[in-house]
C-alpha cells in the first residue's frame, strides 16, 4: 500500500527558474542553474525509482510504501526517498542516486562518478543512508512509533540499500575487499527486498503484525513528514533590488505545521507526540486538545 507519495518540486523549480530572470553575477547564475539541474536530474530519479517501488509493493496490502519522507529531530535532518516496510517491522530505507554515465567504487569505499570525461569523488552513499537510519531511529523512539506486544514495543530492524539506474554501469571491487551488494540497480529492488526479507530467520515470525497495524504504523510515521523550506535568495546571496533606505521586516519562515485531524488547528509537537503515545486511545488520530475531549 503506498502510503506517501513524492512531493512535488515545482514551487522549488520556478522560484530558481525566477531568479534566473534577475540580474545575477557569473557565480550566481551557474550556482542557480547547476542547483535547477540537480532538482530535476534527482526528481527523475527518484520517480523512476518510485515506479519500480510501487510496481511490487505499492497493492499489497502486506507491505507499506513511503516516498520521500523528510524527518527532523534535534536540529537534524534526515531525507529519505523511499522507505519500505512490512508486517515484520523490517523497514527498508532506500537511497536513490541518480548517476547518468557510471558508478566506480574502490576496495576503499570510496566512489566515484563519471560524468563523460573523468572521475570525480562523491560523498559515500552508504554514510549518508546510515545518517538517516540513525536519525529515523532517533525520531521513531521519540514518537514510538512502533507498535507494541504484551506492552512490549516491537523494534524495527532497518536494511539500507542504494538504488542506481538500471542503465547505470556499476565498476565494483571484490566481494572480500569492500562489501558493494547494498548497492544495486532499481529494477532489482524487489528481489533483492524480497530475499532479505526471506532470509530474515525465525526471529521475524515472533514479530509479525497484522496488516491494520502496519498501516497505521506506516501512516503515523508518514504524519512527521516536513517538508524544507528553502531561501534560495540567501543560499546564494542574491539581494532584493530596493531602496537602501527603506526598512524590511524579515518574517521567519517556520516549517509547515501538523493540524488537528478533526478541527484542522494547529498542534505542537508536544501534542503529536502526546497522541502517538496514546494512538489506541485516538485510534491513530493527531487531536488538539479540545478535540481530545
Known sequence: MIIKEIDSKREEKEQLRQLLNRRL?????????????????????????????DFYFGKSKNWAVIH?????????VAQIDHLVMNRFMNI???????????????????????????????????EQNERHIFLLSKVIDYYTIMPTRIGVIIPPRFVS????????????????RFDTSHVIQSDQAFTRIMKDADNAGAAAILKICSRETLETTARNLARLHRRANVDFKTMFGIRDQTNPMQKREKKAQAGPSIVCESCSSTVSEKVVKYCLDRKHQFKGRILCYNCQR
Open 68 to 76: 520521500d519522507l523528510r524527518v527532523e529531530h534535534n536540529g537534524q
Open 161 to 176: 540499500y542504494i538504488l542506481v539506474s538500471p542503465t547505470s554501469k556499476i565498476s565494483r571491487p571484490s566481494q572480500s
Open 92 to 126: 527498508y530505507v532506500l537511497e536513490t542516486k541518480n548517476f547518468h554515465y557510471g558508478l566506480k567504487i574502490t576496495p576503499e569505499g570510496e566512489f566515484l562518478v563519471y560524468d563523460g570525461k573523468k572521475y570525480f569523488g562523491i560523498e559515500s552513499p552508504f
Open 25 to 53: 553575477s557569473e557565480r550566481q547564475r551557474f550556482l542557480v542553474e547547476r542547483q535547477l539541474r540537480n532538482i530535476e536530474t534527482g526528481e527523475q530519479g527518484e520517480r523512476d525509482s518510485a515506479y519500480f517501488v
